[in-house]
């Protein structure tokens, strides 16, 4: 929303609570709460009462996926084209429906580095290989279990990141998270793993600059282009990766 928009809604919301006879300290207080959600253009969400409202679903429900998301999923193993298995977390029908909900409303909103090609919009792999292909050096790298590498504190700082309190917070990442981590195979997980992704790929896009590189990620393969990629460039990388708390897969 513009700060016009936003200062609209402000002074609608503040017409109802004086027709509900809300005191004013209360009604700064949830406006106080609610402009910066109104800004990201994202649902302003108080509790956990108005959470379950929004959903349009009961509060044992939630709470059963909050406190015990593991009985909400199916998990089955894949193939992978390198070798090996994958497991897959599937959520649900209820329980996608609510993850649908989140990443419709709340993380499909939020911007990421334009150099994360994966799971975005008129981006694909296509894309993110053309911009590699008139350079002569290519070095790529894949990190290891990058979903489940993510875990929920990082998830819920997302949400606190977008101005939802600690409590809110807390029940957005629960919903989008199994056994403490980021499930591969639920709605919400690749939005949030390319938002949590953003340091590392601020990061890397700035060394890649600075040395004349291309740079890309397309999930959890990275992809640097140049004329020459010196073994120094490559260690600088590394390090990067692991500061950002990812680790490189040695094994592919």
Known sequence: MTDRQVEEMVKLWSAYYQSRNVSPEFSKQCLDYARPLF??????????????????????YLQSVIYGAK???????????SGGTRMLSAPHYTLK???????????????????????RPKKS?????????????????DLKDFFPSITLNQVINVFRGLGYSNHVAFFLGSICCVDDHLPQGAPTSPALSNIIAQHLDNRLLGLAKKMGYKYTRYADDLAFS???????????????ISECKFIVNATR
């Open 71 to 81: 009985n909400h999923y199916r998990e089955f193993a894949i193939r992978k084209r």
């Open 39 to 60: 800004k990201r253009d994202i649902p302003v969400i108080f509790d956990f009462q108005h959470l379950c409202l929004l959903l349009g679903l009961e509060a044992e």
């Open 125 to 141: 792999i296509l894309t993110n290989a053309k911009l590699h292909v008139a350079n002569k050096f290519l070095l790529k790298l």
């Open 226 to 240: 140049g004329d020459s990629i010196s073994s120094t460039f490559t260690q600088y990388v590394v390090r990067i």
């Open 97 to 119: 429906y609510v993850q649908r909900w989140i990443y419709d409303n709340i993380l499909s909103r939020v911007k990421v580095n334009y150099c994360a090609h994966g799971f």
